[in-house]
C-alpha cells in the first residue's frame, strides 16, 4: 500500500459502494485456462494458448460497441475466439460439446489466494459488486464456483455497454442512486481506472504482476491519478479499515 | 408440502435456477412497513398506511408496461404513490428528507423467520436469485440488510420489463444459458407463477397467509398447475433434499 492514510480515510468515509473488475483483479485468467488446458489437453502450449485467447477479447468487444453486430454476451464472444484459435493449437477436430466445455472454462476461474479473504473484509463495511465485461451467468457460475461473496453482480450485460464506455461506471452510481463519487472501482488495469475516473468515481489499483503468467510480469508500478495502490485485497481491506 | 415427492425429485434433478418473487415471499413487506409507521408515525394506522401504499403497486408498473411513461425504477414507482397517500394520512407536511427515509423503508423489509435459513440451505444446492419487481439496489440494499444469501440479483431493472411480462421469467433462462424448463419460479401469488409457467418455468407456491397482515389473512390453499405447493422456504428445502 503505497498510498496516505489521509485518502484511504477519505474513501473510507464517502464511498459507499467498491465495483471490482474481475479478469484479472479477482481471478486468475492466465493461470487458469492454462489449468484447464493441462488437463484437457496437455500436448497444447497453455501459455500461449491463454493469451491468444485473451488477446482477441478487447477487439471483440470494440466490434460490439461499434455497432457491427448487435449485443452479444461475452460468452458468445468468447467462443467465436475459441473457434477461431482452435485450428492454429491443432485442435481443429474438437466437437461442439467438447468447446461448450472448454469455453465455460471462463465460469471455472480460480481466484487469486487473497480475493476471498478481502472481499469478505470488505463486504463487512461497503457493498461490493463485481462491474466486469463478463455476463451475467458467467459471475454468477465463476462467484459459486470460487466462494467470491458478491452483493451483487453488475456486469456490462445489465448496462448493455462494455467497459470502458461511461454507461458502465455511472450506471454503477445510478443503481445505488450514489454520486460517482461514492463508488470506487477496483481493478488491476490503468485504462479501466482512467475510464472510470473520467466519469467521477475514486479509483484502486491493485497489483496482478502475474496476471499474464510467470513468463510475462506485468510492471505493476504506481500511476498517478489512482487514489489508493495495493498489493492485494487484503491489503485493500486493511487499508480502509475492514 | 402437499406435493408428491416424485414431482419434488424431478424438480431436484432437472432445475438449476431457483428464482425468488422477493415482496411477500420472502419478506414481510406488510409487517415491516407498519413497524417503521410506528416508529415514525405511531399515530397513523400503520396498517391501512401499508396496504395504501401496496394497492397502487401494480398500477404503477402497468403504467409503465403501456409505455404511458418511460422506464422508472420501483423505487420512483414507490415515491410517486407514497407522495400521493401522504396527505390522506395526516402526513402531507413531511419533508423531502423525511419522505426520501420513509421511502427507502423497502430496503429495510424485514425477512419471514424461515427465509435465511431455507434459502441458505437451497443455496448449496441451486443457483439462488431474485425475480423481482423491486429494482438492482433495493434488492441488494434489502439482502445486506437481511442476510439474504443471494447467488445473483435479478430484477425487472435488468430486463428493462416488469413481472409478469414474460421477457422477465425469459430473461432469467437466458442469463444463464438455460431451458426454461431448467429454471423454477418461487412465490407467493399465484398470477406470477401461472404467468412463470406459460412461459415454460417450474412453478412453486409458498403460503404466506399473513402477508396482508393479521387482519387480512390470505386464502393459501392450494392451485392447480404449480408443481410444488410449500408451507415456507424451510419445508421447500427439505422436499428438495437441502
Redesign the interface.
Known amino acids: 500500500m503505497t498510498s496516505t492514510p489521509s485518502t484511504a480515510n477519505s474513501i473510507a468515509s464517502t464511498v459507499k459502494v467498491l465495483a471490482f473488475d474481475t479478469f484479472g483483479t479477482v481471478v486468475d485468467w492466465h493461470g487458469s485456462i492454462v489449468r484447464e488446458m493441462q488437463a484437457l489437453h496437455p500436448a497444447v502450449d497453455g501459455d500461449a494458448f491463454a493469451l491468444a485467447w485473451r488477446a482477441s477479447y478487447q477487439p471483440a468487444m470494440a466490434r460490439v460497441m461499434r455497432g457491427e453486430q448487435g449485443w452479444a454476451r461475452l ?1 458468445e464472444l468468447h467462443r467465436g475466439i475459441l473457434d477461431g484459435i482452435l485450428p492454429r493449437f491443432g485442435l481443429g477436430h474438437l466437437s461442439e460439446q467438447e468447446r461448450r466445455h472448454l469455453n465455460r472454462a471462463w465460469h471455472r476461474l480460480r481466484p487469486w489466494n487473497d480475493s476471498v479473504e478481502g472481499l469478505t473484509r470488505l463486504k463487512s463495511r461497503f ?1 461490493i ?1 463485481t462491474l466486469s465485461n463478463g ?3 458467467l459471475l ?2 465463476m ?2 464456483n470460487a466462494g467470491l461473496p458478491w ?4 456486469s456490462a ?2 448496462f448493455r455497454a462494455y467497459k470502458p464506455s461511461p454507461q458502465t461506471y455511472l450506471g454503477v452510481a445510478e ?3 450514489l454520486a460517482p463519487g461514492q463508488v470506487a472501482l477496483v481493478a488491476a488495469h490503468h485504462e479501466d481506472l482512467s475510464a472510470a475516473r473520467a466519469c467521477g468515481l475514486r479509483t484502486v489499483y491493485v497489483e496482478r504482476p502475474l496476471e499474464f503468467g510467470g513468463h510475462h510480469v506485468k510492471d505493476v508500478s504506481p500511476q498517478a491519478g489512482n487514489d489508493l495502490h495495493c498489493k492485494d485485497l487484503r491489503s485493500l481491506a486493511s487499508a480502509l479499515g475492514c
Chains 1, 2 share one sequence.
Open positions: 460468452d457493498t459488486s455476463n451475467i451467468g454468477t457460475n462467484a459459486k452483493d451483487c453482480i453488475l450485460e445489465v443503481v445505488f442512486d
